[in-house]
């Protein structure tokens, strides 16, 4: 028994030594660390098929959700950001208009099965991230980046619903699909995120004002999507007043609010200033549970331990790292406890980024120094964004108008006629698994408790 399991050591650590090359990181030089992105990104765009013969812009087809590919350009903008590589500017600026639909506000009519206030929302960030980066803008004739994160926040503002629960939004837009008497934290935390950085990019209060009754909602100690420890649970049940938890927690979650947060720290003085500045510094403490003990690695607590994160789950680190590198340009003060988490966590994806004949596949597990076997676009993006970040203290912090901003915007852009939705109800079959949660996920809403997911 001894010996097997011994020699297995061995055997094991020689195949570990053999296949943890991965990418090559050098947090050191910026070089290798845009060499690294350009490696993940290529690997990332190997699944796209939308700018193929009959490949339709801005999709990257099943199993992959049209939110994840709103977050996937936006990584893609990001890449630009970071690296000044325009390889992807194309493709990123083609997607990003072929899906605004037909009143420019991230409607399409082909989404109306699973379109959730979520979905939209990542497109309409990605948008805001093009706006406060300047990425090149779209030709005259089209929708601008500035107007189209607009236009997302212009449809999602008149949602909100105080017919229960005394506000906040509802996952889903449409009363037909599975979710309507859901409010999630994703939704609210990215109506929240996009109003905060509105307000930044437009100096205009009315974003910041609906920021901040966001927040004054979701962290109400009756609804307490954000409970007294800045722990983010997943979301809450209007049928019930909004008065029983989904109690899981995602590291999207607490990274949405965290920008958010260290938004309306920037944008205010004061006394208000200082609660935003206790609220950003809570949501960072508090974030620490999705860092594995003593190493400090990114890690989806929720499902990556048991080897169950979804198609969606396994995107959300990149977000994370996404939303915590920008907070440290908005609220300095996080800088020092970010950065480390950061380097810890590109290092590990990289040793996990060795599979495939190239060797540079991505995994989902990054706390294992190796590839774990899995890929996907969601491994991939993850991997992108949480070494990129490593660039942000050589990048400039976000744009604003009269501040180098360039994008045009529209204060009543998107407002048009109400997209249609599908007649027919839909099928529980059609809508298996749409949108960012799982029935899993309202399996443990009916159930109260967040280890029923996992
Ligand atoms: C698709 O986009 C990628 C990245 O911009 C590019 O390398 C590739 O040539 C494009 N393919 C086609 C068929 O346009
Ligand atoms: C909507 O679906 C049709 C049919 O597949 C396709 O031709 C069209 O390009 C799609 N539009 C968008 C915006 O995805
Ligand atoms: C529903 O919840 C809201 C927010 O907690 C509360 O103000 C309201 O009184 C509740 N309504 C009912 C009917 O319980
Ligand atoms: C500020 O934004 C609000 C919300 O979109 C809009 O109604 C208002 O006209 C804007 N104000 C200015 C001065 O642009
Ligand atoms: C607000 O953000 C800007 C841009 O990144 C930064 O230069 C400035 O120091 C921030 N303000 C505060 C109070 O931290």
Redesign the pocket.
């Known amino acids: 028994m001894r010996l097997r399991t011994g020699a297995s050591a061995i055997f094991g650590a020689l195949l570990a030594a053999q296949s943890a090359s991965g990418l090559q990181l050098d947090l050191q030089s910026p070089q290798s660390i845009k060499t690294a992105a350009r490696t993940a990104a290529d690997g990332m765009m190997a699944f796209y098929p939308g700018n193929l013969t009959n490949g339709i812009p801005g999709l990257f087809g099943d199993p992959y959700y049209w939110w994840e590919a709103g977050a996937a350009f936006g990584a893609l903008i990001d890449y630009w950001y970071y690296t000044g590589d325009t390889s992807y500017n194309e493709v990123t600026t083609q997607a990003m208009l072929f899906q605004v639909g037909d009143n420019q506000n991230y409607e399409p009519t082909n989404q109306s099965k699973s379109l959730g206030n979520d979905d939209q929302a990542f497109w309409g960030i990605a948008a805001m991230s093009a706006a406060e980066v300047a990425f090149p803008n779209p030709p005259p004739d089209k929708p601008q980046w500035l107007a189209l994160a607009q236009a997302v926040f212009n449809r999602q503002q008149p949602r909100w619903n105080t017919d229960s629960c005394a506000g906040g939004l509802k996952w889903q837009i449409f009363s037909f699909n599975n979710g309507y008497t859901y409010r999630n934290s994703i939704s609210n935390g990215c109506f929240f995120n996009l109003a905060a950085r509105l307000g930044a990019y437009t100096h205009n209060t009315t974003y910041l004002d609906w920021a901040e009754k966001t927040w004054d909602w979701v962290a109400n100690p009756s609804i307490s999507l954000i409970n007294e420890n800045y722990q983010v649970f997943d979301g809450t049940d209007d049928v019930k007043n909004c008065t029983s938890l989904n109690h899981v927690q995602w590291s999207y979650n607490s990274g949405v609010f965290l920008l958010g947060a260290a938004t309306m720290?920037?944008q205010t003085t004061g006394a208000k200033?200082e609660l935003w500045k206790q609220r950003t510094q809570s949501l960072l403490d508090a974030s620490q549970v999705f860092f594995s003990r003593g190493s400090n690695i990114m890690t989806e607590v929720a499902c990556e331990p048991s080897g169950n994160c979804n198609v969606d789950q396994r995107s959300f680190k990149a977000y994370l790292g996404r939303w915590m590198a920008a907070t440290t340009?908005?609220?300095?003060?996080t800088h020092d406890q970010i950065m480390p988490l950061l380097a810890t966590s590109a290092q590990a994806a990289a040793l996990s980024c060795s599979g495939g004949a190239a060797g540079t596949t991505c995994g989902m597990r990054w706390t294992t120094g190796s590839w774990d076997g899995q890929t996907g676009v969601g491994e991939q993006m993850s991997a992108l964004e949480v070494m990129q970040s490593n660039l942000i203290d050589t990048v400039?912090?976000?744009v604003s108008q009269g501040g180098g901003g360039i994008s045009k915007g529209d204060v009543s852009a998107g407002t048009g006629a109400t997209v249609q939705g599908p007649v027919e109800r839909i099928t529980t079959a059609d809508k298996a698994g749409a949108g960012i949660l799982t029935a899993l996920v309202l399996v443990g809403v009916l159930g109260g408790t967040w280890w029923l997911v996992r």
């Open positions: 720290y920037n200033q340009k908005v609220a300095p003060f400039s912090g976000p």
